[in-house]
């Protein structure tokens, strides 16, 4: 769920105290959305998890000597569909990381700026929940 979506029920339960069957509806609205959140980040860590797996693996190998250190990386990424497919999609890649290393790069070294209160604002068409 957006920010928005949020502060649209709390306007919600702030405005119609008097309405339980709204309340139930939008408590399991709520509790399937965060169940779904759940189950993606329980994915995610899955995936993570192999892919560093894999790597440190990878690292190891080559420490200690083996021909082929990348084999456990190329199975992770073959396995997820990720392995680059030629040259082009290669270099793409290496442009993509060097890029990406940089702007990490860029905001480890800045300041982080709050000058006050955050203010909240919404931003977009305004939603009413249906009853």
Same mark, same amino acid.
């Given at each position: 769920?957006?920010?928005?979506?949020?502060?649209?029920? /709390? +306007?919600?339960?702030? !405005? @119609?105290?008097?309405?339980?069957? &709204?309340?139930?509806?939008?408590? #399991?609205?709520? =509790? $399937?959305?965060?169940?779904?959140?759940?189950?993606?980040?329980?994915?995610?860590?899955?995936?993570?998890?192999?892919?560093?797996?894999?790597? /440190? +693996?990878?690292?190891? !190998? @080559?420490?200690?000597?083996?021909? &082929?250190?990348?084999?456990?990386? #190329?199975?992770? =990424? $073959?396995?997820?569909?990720?392995?680059?497919?030629?040259?082009?999609?290669?270099?793409?890649?290496?442009?993509?990381?060097?890029?990406?290393?940089?702007?990490?790069?860029?905001?480890?070294?800045?300041?982080?700026?709050?000058?006050?209160?955050?203010? #909240?604002?919404?931003?977009?068409?305004?939603?009413?929940?249906?009853?």
């Amino acid at each position: 769920m957006t920010r928005s979506e949020f502060d649209d029920i /709390r +306007a919600h339960i702030t !405005a @119609e105290t008097d309405h339980a069957g &709204d309340l139930v509806r939008i408590a #399991r609205n709520l =509790l $399937d959305d965060l169940e779904q959140v759940r189950t993606r980040e329980a994915l995610l860590r899955s995936h993570y998890l192999g892919l560093l797996t894999a790597a /440190r +693996a990878s690292v190891a !190998a @080559e420490r200690a000597g083996d021909p &082929d250190p990348l084999v456990f990386l #190329r199975h992770e =990424l $073959d396995r997820r569909g990720q392995l680059p497919g030629d040259d082009e999609q290669a270099q793409r890649i290496l442009a993509d990381a060097k890029a990406a290393m940089t702007m990490v790069a860029e905001l480890d070294q800045a300041p982080l700026r709050r000058t006050g209160p955050r203010l #909240r604002r919404c931003i977009g068409m305004s939603r009413s929940l249906n009853r």
